[in-house]
């Protein structure tokens, strides 16, 4: 019997394999995990995907690609596939696999190498009852994954021009720049909050406390949109509403929140940053 994952994702969409081939419709396919049964020989090989199309996404953790595969299948019996290598395509490097090597035929090698600047996308295959007899995969490509390495390596070499490159370095010293460059703004928005808070509570009068509430119950809000924080803020809201107008109290909030998110994002700017020796 034959075999053709693309023929089973197509039924999955509601497609047919044609349709994928010819319009575009896969975005990204790539194998993400393969599981083989075996004894003597390989008796069955089942290939899980990580699928990207133009409406549905099948949610699967980013793996390896497969860049080549190759092996050896026996002569007797029905040609058995009886060993397997894999070799995994990652961005920045290339690494072999030994996969499985299983069979007692194992006498004729065989090797199945992708195009350059391409990776395999979707097995398909034959079986008989008993065992694996031959394997085919659709070529697919990465170039969107090739640019981004190229674009990072190319950031690397403007910030570092006389070191290798090396993302977790990079990735330091754009915390760094950027810590640099919010940590003044964050500071400089604080003091403009604590400003208008002080005006607030100034027009308040009596009500100071109840600022500070409404305040307090803001940050708690901020975190979580539980139903009774919303109703305390919208109390407070409605008391300070006697001396304060709804637009003033809106303002008041919304650059809470604002300072909120800013001390939020130096905060994990912070945990990014090289640590001191």
């Known amino acids: 019997s034959e075999v053709d994952d693309l023929d089973k994702i197509a039924n999955e969409l509601g497609t047919s394999k044609s349709n994928l081939l010819n319009n575009d419709i896969i975005k990204d396919i790539c194998v993400k995990q ?155 928005e604080k003091i403009k909050f604590e400003e208008l808070t002080t005006n607030i509570k100034t027009k308040a009068a009596h009500l100071e406390k109840v600022v500070d509430l409404l305040l307090e119950t803001q940050k708690q809000a901020i975190k979580s949109n539980d139903q009774l924080i919303q109703g305390q803020l919208t109390a407070y809201k409605n008391i300070l509403e006697g001396s304060l107008t709804k637009e003033e109290l809106q303002i008041l909030l919304d650059k809470q929140t604002e300072l909120y998110q800013l001390e939020d994002h130096l905060a994990n700017l912070q945990i990014d940053l090289p640590s001191k020796s």
């Open 34 to 188: 393969i599981k083989i049964w075996h004894l003597d020989f390989i008796d069955a090989i089942q290939f899980f995907y990580k699928i990207t199309t133009n409406d549905k996404t099948y949610s699967i953790d980013d793996g390896e690609y497969i860049a080549a595969i190759y092996g050896k299948y026996g002569k007797e019996s029905h040609g058995n596939i009886d060993e397997l290598n894999f070799i995994k395509y990652i961005p920045s490097k290339k690494q072999v696999k030994f996969f499985t090597h299983c069979g007692k035929y194992n006498t004729t090698p065989f090797d199945m190498s992708s195009a350059a600047g391409a990776v395999y996308a979707c097995f398909f295959g034959k079986c008989t009852d008993k065992s694996v007899t031959s394997i085919g995969m659709y070529e697919g490509k990465v170039h969107s994954i090739l640019e981004q390495q190229v674009q990072l390596q190319q950031l690397s070499g403007v910030l570092f021009p006389n070191k290798p490159y090396d993302f977790l370095v990079l990735k330091q010293e754009i915390a760094r720049l950027k810590y640099q460059d919010l940590a003044p703004q964050v500071r400089n």
